[in-house]
C-alpha cells in the first residue's frame, strides 16, 4: 500500500504540475485571441485608410481584400476557439481526476484503495491533458494581410498583400552565455534578401521552459540589428533565466517572431546583513560604511584589531579628520547611542557579513574601497565566527587584508597568521570561492591577476565577510565567475599559497 501511496503521490504531482502548464497554456491562447481582435481591427483601419484615397477603380479590390482579412481573422479564431475549448474541457477533466485521486488518498481498506489507485492510473494514461499539443496553432499575427500603396497606385488592378518575412529560427547550441554576458545567434530558416534587420527581444525571469503570460517583466527590445547574432553585456544576473525571441523586419513590415528561447543565467546574488554588522556600521544593502558617531557604549577589547566590512555602492562620505585610530581610543569613552539590538559584532571587530550561505559550487563578486579608506579586509567565514573575531584572525575565516593607517600593508590572513603580499593593492578586488574544491582566491577585478589563494576544506557553509575602519566598501554581485578566472584555476601560479603557509602575525 505504501509504494502504491508514493505513486499516487507522484500522479497527483504530475497532475498538478500538467494543470499548471495547460493554464499557462489557455492565458497565452487567451491573450493571442485578444491578440487577433486587437490586430485585425488595427489592420482594417489602416487598409480603410488606404483605400478612402482611392477611387471607384478600388472598390472591388478593397472588397476582396476586406474578405480574405475576415476570413483570415475568422480562421484564426476558429483555430483558438477550436484549442481554448479542448484545452478547457482538458484542464476540468484534469482537475476532476486531480480532486479523485486527493479523495482516494483517504481510503483506508486496502482493496478499495488499490482499485482506486488502479483506476487513477488508467485514466491518467488516456487523459487528454497529455495529449494536448501546447503551442498556438495560430499566432496573433495580421501583418501579412497589411499594404502600402504609395508605389503601386499605378498597378491598381494587381494590388497583393506585402511579403513577409518567416520567422528567424534561434540557434541554442550557438548561444552562449559568459562573463555576464549573453550572445545569441539565430537563422533564416531560407534565404530572404528582403531582409533590412532583426529585433531581437529579451526579459529576465526565474521560470524555466515557455515564458509566461502573467506575472512577467515587460520585454526589452534591441532594434536595427543588422547581422544574425547580438551580444548583450554588461549584464547582472539577477534571475535564473532570460528568455530571446527574434524577429525579421524588410523595409515595410516585421514578420512572425521565432520561437522564444530560454538561457540559464544563475549567478550569486547576496546584500549585506545589516543584523550581522558592528554598530559602528552604516549599511545598506550592497555598500558599508564605517560610522565613528554610532553605535552604543561598549569597552575596549584587549588586542583587538579594528575591522569592518564592505558592498557595492558607495555611501556619502563622512568628515574623518582627526578620527583616531581604534588601537588607541576606546569605544565605551563615547556617550550612548542605542541603534536597536544589532550586536552581532562588539569591541573592535568592525565586520558585517553577506546575507546568502555558500554551501556548494563556484561563485565570484567583487569589492571596491572608497580612495581613502583606512583599513579593511575582504574574504569569507564560517557563521560561527565569534562576536570579538576579526575576519582572518581565528580558524573560521579567511581574508586579505590592506591598511593604509601609519604604514602601508596588504597581506593574506587565516588563523591569526598573516603572509604579505608584494604586489600592488587594486582598484577593485575579485573574490573566487570554490566551496566543493577548497579554494578562495583573490584577484585584480580588471587585470585578472592572482593576488593570493587559500587552500583548505570547507567544514560548513561560509557567508561573505567584510570589515572596514575610516573609509567604506561597495559590492558588486550577480556575476558569473569570469573566463579568466576559470582558466587561471586550472593552472596557478607562483603567487598561489595555503593557509598553512602562513607565518604567525604578533598581536
Known sequence: MDSQKEALQRIISTLASKN????????????????????????????????????????????????????????????????????????????????????????????????????????????????????????????????????????????????????PEIDPVECLVADNSVTVAWRMPEEDNKIDHFVLEYRKTNFDGLPRVKDERCWEVIDNIKGTEYTLSGLKFDSKYMNFRVRACNKAVAGEYSDPVTLETKALNFNLDNSSSHLNLRVEDTCVEWDPTGGKGQEKVKGKENKGSGHVTSLKKHTRSGTPSP????????????????????????????????????????????????????????????????????????????????????????????????????????????????????YDANSKQLLYSFKTKFTQPVLPGFMVWCGGLSLSTGMQVPSAVRTLQKSENGMTGSASSLNTVPQ
Open 20 to 167: 499548471d502548464e495547460i493554464q499557462n497554456f489557455i492565458d497565452t491562447l487567451n491573450q493571442t485571441l485578444k491578440g487577433v481582435q486587437e490586430n485585425s481591427s488595427n489592420i482594417l483601419s489602416e487598409l480603410d485608410e488606404e483605400f478612402d484615397s482611392l477611387y471607384s477603380i478600388l472598390d472591388e479590390v478593397k472588397e476582396s481584400m476586406v474578405n480574405s482579412i475576415k476570413q483570415e481573422q475568422a480562421r484564426k479564431s476558429q483555430e483558438l476557439q477550436s484549442q481554448l475549448s479542448q484545452c478547457n474541457n482538458a484542464l476540468e477533466n484534469s482537475e476532476e481526476l486531480l480532486e479523485f485521486a486527493t479523495r482516494s488518498l483517504d481510503i483506508k481498506e486496502p482493496e478499495e484503495f488499490s482499485k482506486a489507485a488502479r483506476q487513477i492510473k488508467d485514466r491518467v494514461t488516456m487523459a487528454s491533458a497529455f495529449r494536448l499539443s501546447l503551442k498556438p496553432k495560430v499566432s496573433d499575427n495580421m501583418t501579412h494581410l497589411m499594404v502600402d500603396f504609395s508605389q503601386e497606385r499605378q498597378m491598381l488592378q494587381t494590388l497583393k498583400f506585402l511579403p513577409v518575412p518567416k520567422a
Open 327 to 442: 588601537k588607541r581610543t576606546s569605544v565605551g569613552s563615547r556617550p550612548p547611542a542605542v541603534r536597536g539590538s544589532r550586536d552581532r559584532f562588539t569591541g573592535e571587530s568592525y565586520t558585517v557579513l553577506g546575507d546568502t550561505a555558500i554551501e556548494n559550487g563556484q561563485h565570484y563578486w567583487e569589492v571596491k574601497a572608497q580612495k581613502d579608506c583606512k583599513s579593511y579586509s575582504v574574504g569569507v567565514a564560517y557563521k560561527t565566527l565569534g562576536k570579538f573575531d576579526q575576519l582572518g584572525k581565528t580558524n573560521t575565516s579567511w581574508c586579505i587584508h590592506v591598511n593604509n593607517w601609519l604604514q602601508n600593508t596588504f597581506a593574506a590572513k587565516h588563523n591569526n597568521k598573516v603572509k604579505a603580499l608584494d604586489v600592488t593593492v587594486p582598484e577593485r578586488i575579485g573574490v573566487f570561492c570554490d566551496f566543493d574544491g577548497g579554494l578562495l582566491s583573490f
